[in-house]
């Protein structure tokens, strides 16, 4: 089989009224209805709403409230056409694929219709063997209807009736934008009389008994033999299956006669084989499988190549899990695996329009912050094939869920027949193919669904026990859960006992009930919960009119409402430091406590580490510019504060301090205790330094300890008098110190003030922060186009500086820091390393993609209410060298 890529062909698109496209001319008059739009050039993949915004129908969705005047789009009937040409090479069927069709869609060839097709997640197959074997050229037309009326965020989950995803209608973090178009790939295939159908490979990894880390491994491979001329020919084939090591270097082949119609199943034993860990557990080495099918005189039918890794998988009950509760922790190669998740929502509106590059960059940010699980959520997508490959190769596990969520009204699955006969097709399409994804963890039925408030559904659920059916049959060695939360309760609860899978909460819930609820909670995995923050002013400017850049409530703004609704966070943040007039430091006090609030929620969780089995912060990222939302990296790539504070809290090795109130008391005693995670080694040294706004110490005190890698070492209290003086901002600095790498800190801003916890902060005034560019901007050794450099950052002034950060001024580059957010008391100075990589978006980011005449990155340094970015020492590099 070949396979000929037909999205750079010329397709054009026009809109219609619906039915238009069907009676062509006018019944009465007789003359052609000519339609909405004109014919225009049209994006494949991508989505109608791109091309109609390049030719100046729609203004810019995502600017102010221009989407409200682009709902139409989605109320027309749309038609692609591209001509195809007769392919040289000839074959014994010919099939036109479409990979995803959004949403109903009627295709033809030269008016012949080919057939119809529903649903976004399975492909569309024609046969156009014949019609090509006597044309040269065929007009190939793709009618796709208006967008069934489907629910938003706010409807009945039970009367749901598409596999279409649902975010588009509206949710908390997106607006009402529907996607219509040719959203993923098309192909022409090319088989020759006999080729291979599904595939199925399994690795798996036996360790010897005595506890030895050497290992055997297996790959078991299921293929089935296909004949492509309707009748099973009589002549004997050949499988022939080469297996070889990460490297390339051949390992083994084996060869099987074969006939169509039949299933090929052999196992591969690989001996002592790399194995692959998740990331932060090991590396992630993928062997390389080709399967080819041959004719009786070794000539090649079909060639299938695919990538995995070799890995034991299994599943067991936390530490000290009651008996009714799933097995939520996950073991690879025999290792617990703690997950460091987040949960991952469709990267655009649009998603037809995401670029590889833009998978890249969320696939790297996950890497880079120690994150080993990604949660694929199900009122999204189920993404393109090239995002689970580079999950693979960067070992990040896949928790993937099928397309159905909760709906607030009601959230019981739904049980129309023609949803339940959607939702097979879509959900053994993708178990079909994804369950090749070495990466690929957990199943799940869905987001949020309940059989009563509260309650998560359980595979007493026909919908569900059609699903784990499913699961069993087509991928038996992964776990599934019936959905997320999976319970008893759905929400995280003050009550012991009943927490087992957990969502919540979305919010800073104040101070002290913060650190009261998260601190002492015994939730077993809490795989959904997050706090709200601003976007960033740089990224605020660039979809706010400049009517609209100032702080103001949702309630009295209909532009910021419509960019985020539900995450007022003014309210809050004015009762932690004071009134905020500034769109500049309202972004920066707003992404503070967001930070706080999702760290202090991972470090507790992990404080009880296979007791809980991990965190799943919601939301990596938005896939619409929100001026305040629970993402961690904002739609125009750029990451938040509470990245980089997840970022530290999921580090290898770590120390943290359990606390439960911000505020402090003038004159009374602080308790706190110190935390090891990750230590493997033996004895450890941490130290804890009071300082306060000016670096002087006001208390030291040093711990030994001995590590752990499976739970959290408590190394002792922090014990301290708090000083007399109100309205006081005091830090305690953890440190440790193993005599072999660079010192891992952690800081925690503690206040006196009553009436506004975090005001001081804002009359910060005698930090000077210096800057020095160390070397010039130089390629990194990835072989990318990303070009990176050092920075020192010193602070030559008299109070800490907070939170200094890099920025990169220019909007050509995405900007990833090694550190971000730095606390620097005066004389103190941090090496900093920034890697800057070439914008390449798809859609409406395609404006800011960089060209080769753009200029070397801009990179800036701020700190805590600074605006400006402070200018690079005279000296400093900046040429590409």
């Not at 297996?243 to 099987?256: E, Y």
């Amino acid at each position: 089989m070949r396979e000929i890529l037909l999205n750079e062909m010329n397709w054009e698109v026009k809109g219609y009224w619906p039915w238009v496209p069907l009676k062509g001319t006018s019944m009465e008059l007789g003359q052609e209805l000519m339609g909405v739009t004109d014919w225009m050039p049209a994006t494949v993949p991508g989505g109608v709403h791109y091309d109609l915004y390049r030719q100046g129908w729609i203004p810019n969705p995502y600017e102010d409230l221009n989407s409200l005047s682009c709902e139409w789009v989605e109320n027309r009937w749309w038609v692609y056409r591209m001509t195809l040409q007769q392919p040289e090479l000839k074959g014994a069927r010919m099939e036109l694929v479409f990979q995803g069709l959004d949403y109903e869609a009627a295709v033809y060839a030269d008016h012949i219709l080919l057939g119809e097709h529903k649903g976004m997640f399975e492909p569309a197959v024609f046969d156009v063997t014949e019609l090509l074997s006597v044309r040269e050229n065929l007009v190939i037309s793709v009618l796709l209807k208006q967008a069934p009326d489907e629910m938003g965020q706010i409807g009945k989950t039970s009367a749901t009736f598409t596999q279409k995803s649902r975010f588009n209608y509206k949710w908390d973090f997106s607006t009402r934008l529907v996607n219509a178009g040719i959203w993923d790939d098309v192909l022409l295939r090319i088989h020759e009389d006999c080729s291979w159908g599904e595939m199925s490979i399994t690795t798996h990894a036996e360790f010897e008994e005595d506890g030895s880390t050497k290992a055997t491994g297996s790959i078991e491979i299921q293929a089935a033999v296909l004949s492509m001329t309707g009748a099973e020919p009589a002549r004997k084939l050949m499988a022939q299956i080469t297996c070889a090591d990460p490297v390339g270097n051949q390992l083994l082949m084996q060869t099987h006669p074969v006939c169509a119609g039949t299933l090929l199943k052999t196992i591969l034993d690989v001996p002592e084989p790399e194995l692959w860990y998740p990331n932060g557990y090991g590396a992630q080495p993928l062997y390389s499988l080709e399967l080819k099918l041959l004719d009786e005189d070794g000539k090649p039918l079909d060639t299938r190549v695919i990538r995995t890794g070799i890995r034991r998988l299994e599943y067991i009950r936390n530490v000290d899990s009651p008996d009714n509760a799933l097995p939520y922790t996950v073991v690879i190669n025999g290792r617990r695996i703690y997950m460091k998740g987040v949960n991952m929502t469709p990267l655009d509106h649009l998603y037809g329009n995401v670029s590889v590059e833009q998978y890249q960059l969320m696939v790297r940010l996950m890497k880079a912050a120690h994150v080993n699980l990604v949660r694929v959520w199900g009122g999204g997508i189920i993404e393109k094939e090239v995002f689970y490959d580079l999950c693979d190769a960067n070992g990040i596990m896949v928790w993937q869920e099928f397309i159905q969520s909760s709906s607030g009204i009601d959230n019981i699955p739904s049980k129309r027949p023609e949803f339940l006969e959607l939702l097979h097709r879509s959900a053994r399409s993708a178990l079909c193919v994804k369950r090749n994804h070495v990466a690929l963890t957990i199943w799940s039925g869905g987001n949020e669904l309940m059989s009563e408030p509260n309650k998560p559904s359980d595979i007493s659920d026909s919908n569900l026990a059609m699903l784990m059916e499913l699961v069993g049959q087509n991928d038996p060695q992964r776990l599934f859960l019936p959905t997320s939360a999976s319970g008893p309760v759905e929400y995280i609860t003050e009550t012991k006992g009943q927490g087992h899978d957990v969502h919540g909460h979305w919010k800073y819930m104040g101070n002290p009930y913060h650190y009261e609820l998260y601190g002492s909670n015994d939730n077993l995995l809490h795989s959904e919960f997050g706090a709200d923050g601003l976007s960033s002013l740089k990224s605020l400017e660039k979809f706010l009119g400049t009517d609209n850049r100032q702080p103001v409530s949702m309630e009295n703004s209909a532009v910021w409402r419509h960019h985020g609704e539900w995450w007022d966070t003014l309210s809050r943040d004015e009762e932690i430091f004071g009134s905020l007039t500034d769109l500049a430091q309202f972004s920066a006090c707003s992404q503070w406590i967001q930070a706080e609030g999702i760290r202090f929620v991972l470090e507790a969780n992990r404080r009880r580490k296979f007791r809980n089995s991990g965190s799943i912060v919601w939301q990596l990222n938005e896939p619409w510019p929100n001026v305040s939302c629970t993402n961690l990296v904002d739609y125009y790539g750029e990451p938040k504060m509470a990245y980089h504070w997840m970022k530290m809290a999921f580090r290898p090795l770590h120390v943290s301090l359990d606390y439960r109130s911000l505020l402090l008391t003038p004159g009374t005693a602080f308790h706190g205790d110190v935390y090891i995670h990750g230590w493997e080694g033996g004895k450890l040294e941490a130290e804890a330094v009071v300082l306060d706004a000016a670096g002087r110490c006001l208390h030291r005190q040093r711990f030994v300890t001995r590590g752990d890698r499976d739970r959290a070492v408590c190394a002792g209290s922090l014990n301290f008098t708090v000083p007399e003086q109100e309205d006081r901002l005091y830090f305690i600095r953890l440190t440790l110190v193993n005599g072999e790498a660079e010192p891992q800190q952690n800081i925690y801003l503690f206040s006196t003030a009553r009436q506004h916890l975090y005001a001081p902060a804002l009359s910060l005034a005698g930090g000077n922060l210096q800057v020095r560019q160390e070397n010039r901007w130089l390629p990194t050794d990835s072989g990318e186009l990303s070009l990176q450099a050092c920075f020192t950052v010193l602070n030559i002034g008299s109070e800490v500086l907070l939170h200094v950060h890099a920025q990169e001024e220019g909007n050509r580059y995405w900007m990833e820091a090694e550190e971000q957010f730095l606390t620097l008391f005066p004389g103190e100075a941090r090496t900093v390393s920034v890697i800057c990589t070439p914008k390449q978006a798809g859609g409406f980011l395609a404006g800011e993609n960089h060209s080769i005449s753009d200029d070397l990155p801009n990179v800036q340094f701020h700190s805590f209410l600074s605006a400006q970015g402070t200018s690079i020492l005279e000296g400093g590099h900046k040429n590409h060298g």
